[in-house]
């Protein structure tokens, strides 16, 4: 009896590790961690376009890329994502509509996404905006660097940085970040990329499809930031680490001051150009930008990075770049040099004359053939550039498809050969209980006609 009943009790608790082990594989809500709740704001709506040109309204980008944002971050275990509203053209929701919407789902983090654009259509490149307060101020910050890594490190935009800004009577400036702290949830501004600079929106005309990208971007960030795990994206991101924050004690808000100076300096002259050295500070923060005028400041270059290279997609943490001026041909310049802060405000170098640059004549038997041939080499190096470039931003998310498609059919068929392997052990131990229980009857029969 003693041995029987010692059997019955393994049974049963195989039993219930199956259950547990059936639950844990098949159910979409996972073992390990408490569901997290987002809530995702497209930016704008109703008769609020946002930024718009001629070719883009910001109010239909957005509605795009949180779609593409839920589609993602729905792949994800243990995570549910509401939308504050789903469809183009609907009513225009007020921040702090937006912000309730949130707490009614008990919203562990709202995302407000973005597009952007500047008064002098000069500036480019992502950025995220936070909160200035406590912890808001320390999630935001979190969240803010790991989705700048995919907006800068993957997608190759400029970094315009992780920033704050308190409005006059010292609260949050940004709304929806400062309705949503009030109801104790954190919140970040999503600033993509700007739809005026052509720098930026390339990526628009050039990628297949540039809103799921920017989707994906922001909710495997999200995933990252959470910790998330997806048996059907194959990703595991439970390991994940990311810079630490501190929380602050005093609000930190934005750098109010100019760089303290610009300077600009002749290194040498070679080939029709002038190599100056430009140096700039700025105590409260970093230099990003850069311009730079030939004709005494009435006229201005675009901007470029604070870097020594004119293309790059960051500034550098440094008070001295060396950069190329051209010269103009025929006569002297009057350069000047005006540097950024991360906050648009700049200072003037003084004036400095620059040589007169020599003219440059192109001898060609044929001018239509030399035109001609003009045409092609620049049209080839065009070509190769967005090829290059196009290649480059979408390589990531190629690979990513390659390992979704390959990933979860390998994973499935493994849970399935667990499942199965369980299902056969409930089978065996079914039949090992019937075995048992009508050997027990046999005995009782037999006990009994011996005792008659």
């Not at 407000?112 to 002098?120: A, D, I, P």
């Not at 935001?140 to 315009?160: A, K, P, S, T, Y």
């Not at 300096?265 to 311009?291: F, H, P, W």
């Not at 604070?306 to 010269?327: F, G, H, R, Y």
Request: net charge negative.
């Amino acid at each position: 009896m003693r041995r029987n009943n010692n059997l019955y009790k393994l049974i049963r608790a195989f039993i219930g590790i199956f259950v547990a082990a059936f639950l844990c594989i098949f159910s979409k809500a996972e073992c390990y961690a408490d569901n997290v709740v987002v809530v995702i704001d497209p930016g704008h709506g109703g008769s609020n376009l946002g930024g718009n040109t001629d070719e883009y309204i910001e109010q239909e980008l957005t509605i795009q890329v949180a779609k593409y944002m839920a589609e993602r971050l729905e792949q994800y275990d243990g995570i549910t994502v509401y939308l504050t509203h789903d469809e183009i053209g609907e009513k225009d929701l007020t921040r702090e509509e937006r912000a309730t919407i949130a707490a009614e789902h008990n919203a562990d983090f709202l995302f407000s996404l973005h597009f952007n654009m500047s008064e002098n259509h000069n500036l480019y490149g992502a950025e995220v905006w936070t909160s200035a307060f406590g912890t808001y101020y320390q999630r935001g910050q979190e969240f803010g660097h790991i989705v700048m890594d995919g907006l800068h490190g993957d997608l190759d935009f400029f970094d315009r940085g992780v920033k704050t800004k308190l409005g006059k009577d010292g609260d949050d400036y940004y709304g929806i970040i400062l309705y949503a702290q009030k109801k104790n949830i954190p919140a970040v501004i999503i600033e993509h990329c700007h739809l005026d600079e052509p720098r930026d929106n390339y990526f628009l005309t050039e990628t297949e499809n540039p809103y799921k990208t920017f989707g994906y971007v922001d909710a495997d960030a999200v995933a990252k930031y959470f910790r998330l795990s997806s048996a059907k994206l194959g990703v595991d991101y439970s390991d994940y680490q990311y810079e630490k924050i501190d929380i602050p004690t005093l609000p930190v808000g934005q750098d109010k001051t100019s760089p303290e100076f610009c300077t600009v300096n002749l290194e040498e002259v070679r080939n029709n150009t002038a190599i100056v050295s430009i140096n700039a500070k700025d105590s409260d923060g970093s230099i990003q930008y850069y311009q730079y005028s030939t004709d005494g400041g009435n006229n201005f270059s675009m901007l470029y990075p604070w870097n020594n290279k004119p293309d790059a997609k960051e500034a550098l943490d440094t008070e001295e770049i060396q950069v190329e001026i051209p010269l103009v041909t025929g006569k002297e310049a009057q350069l000047t040099v005006r540097a950024y802060n991360r906050y648009e405000l700049y200072a003037d170098s003084s004036l400095l004359t620059l040589p007169a640059g020599e003219e440059v004549v192109v001898v060609a038997e044929d001018d239509d053939e030399y035109d001609d041939y003009e045409e092609i080499v620049i049209d080839a190096d065009k070509s190769k550039n967005k090829k290059t470039k196009k290649d480059k931003l979408t390589e990531k998310y190629k690979k990513k498809n390659i390992s979704e498609d390959s990933k979860p059919i390998a994973d499935e068929l493994f849970l399935y050969m667990i499942g199965g392997l369980l299902l056969l052990a409930l089978i065996v131990s079914t039949f090992i209980v019937i075995y048992v229980s009508n050997l027990r009857r046999r005995r009782r029969r037999r006990r009994k006609r011996r005792r008659r």
